[in-house]
């Protein structure tokens, strides 16, 4: 309870309601209660189907892989970068870019790498859509028309080889897929430029 207490006071700046105690039933409804309380919620679990599962595992990886290559770029740069979030990450990455059109001596196309930054924010706002909200489970729920253009200007032919997909959601998954292996080719040439 000390520790409780201590925890509490430390967010002085906290308004918190007031805890609400109900009064316990019988056995019987107390047991109908828990039995409530603990499926309340579960309908997404129980409305998802081995592929919707597979889907999101599959985005999940890209998202991961993205930010790996990030930080692998980054990390000489913003020794912390792991620490940080994906959001955080991708303004380290336009404040590198920067850096980088300043004080490069070789022949750098920096728009080329800004380019980058907006299908970065779409995947962003994609993966915290999916990662907040339990109930979404369609990676088309997101504007992702600037993931797609980038393929699309820089290497048509993979854009090609999504485009008539069977449903928005695996054109999305498509898209995703193909940017994040561009952007590991794109990063990978500017870690070249690096000691």
């Not at 207490?5 to 309601?17: A, D, I, T, V, W």
């Not at 930080?71 to 920067?98: N, T, W």
């Not at 490069?104 to 999916?130: G, V």
């Not at 928005?168 to 561009?182: C, N, P, R």
Request: charge should be positive.
């Amino acid at each position: 309870m000390f520790k409780w207490l201590k925890c509490c006071s430390k967010n002085k700046g906290n308004e918190y309601q007031k805890i609400a105690y109900s009064k316990p039933g019988s056995p019987d409804e107390n047991s109908q209660k828990l039995l409530e309380l603990v499926a309340e919620g579960n309908e997404w679990g129980r409305a998802r189907t081995k592929e919707s599962a597979e889907m999101l595992g599959h985005l999940f990886s890209c998202f991961l892989l993205i930010e790996h290559k990030l930080s692998l770029l980054l990390a000489g740069f913003c020794p912390d970068i792991e620490a940080r979030m994906f959001g955080q990450k991708v303004q380290v990455f336009k404040d590198f870019v920067k850096e980088v059109e300043r004080t490069c001596p070789y022949d750098f196309d920096a728009q080329h790498y800004r380019n980058i930054i907006a299908p970065l924010k779409q995947i962003k706002r994609l993966r915290d859509t999916l990662a907040h909200d339990i109930t979404v489970i369609s990676p088309s729920t997101v504007d992702l028309k600037q993931v797609h253009a980038f393929v699309s200007k820089f290497r048509p032919d993979l854009a090609a080889s999504y485009a008539q997909a069977e449903n928005e959601d695996l054109k999305a998954i498509g898209g995703i897929t193909t940017f994040a292996f561009m952007l590991s080719v794109e990063l990978g040439k500017l870690r070249m430029y690096l000691k």
